[in-house]
């Protein structure tokens, strides 16, 4: 984990992905320690819901996540624009969501690097289920779409050069 968080530091522009409860936010945390900006989608959403989106239809805490996500590159551009290195802390769980982000950096002649937090089911699972929805990194998610996470989720392919770190 040090050594990854190290290779991280050396960027402008760092993209955590992962599955809920792999440790993204733990490792962001540790970059933001070392001067970084991190930028949250569950800050966002968190921000504007509260505990009420866990409550929501599926449907539309997809909708939602979708919201944060565009607030989420206008958040990066801005960071970006003004010098700052930023540590992006969302799930990036499609390879199309990562290429856009990483297509972004590139515009404004960055070269990202994408930190992908590796774990296995059954210790996301212990992880989740200790959460109380209290904040932002504290959101409810339900065994059901964990699972649909973790098999949806997109690992990334060798051409995205990430860093790959064994959750904590």
Not at 64 to 76: G, N, T
Not at 127 to 156: A, C, H, M, Q, W
């Given at each position: 984990?040090?050594?990854?968080?190290?290779?991280?530091?050396?960027?402008?522009?760092?993209?955590?992905?992962?599955?809920?409860?792999?440790?993204?936010t733990f490792f962001a945390r540790r970059l933001e320690q070392?001067?970084?900006?991190?930028?949250?989608?569950?800050?966002?959403?968190?921000?504007?819901?509260?505990?009420?989106?866990?409550?929501?239809?599926?449907?539309?805490?997809?909708?939602?996540?979708?919201?944060?996500?565009?607030?989420?590159?206008?958040?990066?551009?801005?960071?970006?624009?003004?010098?700052?290195?930023?540590?992006?802390?969302?799930?990036?769980?499609?390879?199309?969501?990562?290429?856009?982000?990483?297509?972004?950096?590139?515009?404004?002649?960055?070269?990202?690097?994408?930190?992908?937090?590796?774990?296995?089911?059954?210790?996301?699972?212990?992880r989740v289920s200790e959460r109380k929805d209290t904040g932002?990194?504290?959101?409810?998610?339900?065994?059901?779409?964990?699972?649909?996470?973790?098999?949806?989720?997109?690992?990334?392919?060798?051409?995205?050069?990430?860093?790959?770190?064994?959750?904590?």
């Amino acid at each position: 984990m040090r050594v990854a968080i190290e290779k991280a530091k050396e960027a402008q522009v760092v993209i955590m992905c992962g599955v809920s409860g792999s440790g993204k936010t733990f490792f962001a945390r540790r970059l933001e320690q070392a001067g970084f900006c991190r930028i949250s989608s569950d800050d966002i959403v968190w921000n504007k819901y509260g505990s009420d989106f866990t409550h929501f239809p599926l449907q539309r805490q997809k909708e939602i996540f979708m919201e944060a996500q565009h607030e989420l590159v206008q958040q990066m551009v801005s960071l970006i624009d003004t010098g700052n290195k930023v540590v992006v802390d969302s799930t990036m769980c499609r390879r199309s969501k990562r290429d856009q982000m990483r297509a972004l950096c590139i515009s404004k002649g960055i070269q990202p690097v994408i930190v992908y937090i590796s774990a296995p089911l059954h210790i996301l699972k212990e992880r989740v289920s200790e959460r109380k929805d209290t904040g932002p990194d504290d959101l409810i998610v339900d065994k059901k779409n964990l699972y649909r996470f973790y098999t949806n989720f997109e690992i990334p392919y060798i051409d995205e050069n990430a860093i790959i770190c064994n959750s904590i």
